[in-house]
């Protein structure tokens, strides 16, 4: 079974740093692009950080750019979101997905998310 299972979230204040995690089953990891995406209240879906099979090729949406870091352990088939200098507008519903990004608006694999409340 095909499964990603995020944790790592919860309240952070403004300036602070979480880290997420995403680990996953059912399917040979080391082979498929990673990526984390996330939903706010109200909000449409936005991808996040993408990273290739062996972390050589990374992106990040630019809101996130130096705050974020995407990386992977295959050994662990595990992906990770290291973030710093949270902000507010950083509150929504974090998930992984399969791939590097969604395809038509919709991931073919995902997790059902971990959430990141950013607030003083």
């Known amino acids: 079974q095909v499964q990603l299972v995020e944790s790592g979230g919860g309240l952070a204040q403004p300036g602070g740093s979480l880290r997420l995690s995403c680990a996953a089953s059912?399917?040979?990891?080391?082979?498929?692009?990673m990526c984390w995406a996330r939903q706010a209240p109200g909000k449409g879906l936005e991808w996040v950080s993408g990273?290739?099979?062996?972390?050589?090729?990374?992106d990040y949406v630019d809101s996130v750019k130096g705050r974020f870091t995407i990386s992977r352990d295959n050994a662990k088939n595990t992906v990770y979101l290291q973030m710093s200098s949270l902000k507010v507008e950083d509150t929504a519903l974090y998930f992984c997905?399969?791939?590097?990004?969604?395809?038509?608006?919709?991931?073919?694999?995902r997790g059902q998310g971990t959430l990141v409340t950013v607030s003083s």
């Open positions: 997905a399969r791939g590097w990004g969604p395809t038509a608006g919709t991931f073919e694999v």
């Open positions: 990273i290739n099979r062996d972390g050589s090729d990374i």
């Open positions: 059912g399917f040979t990891f080391s082979r498929y692009a």
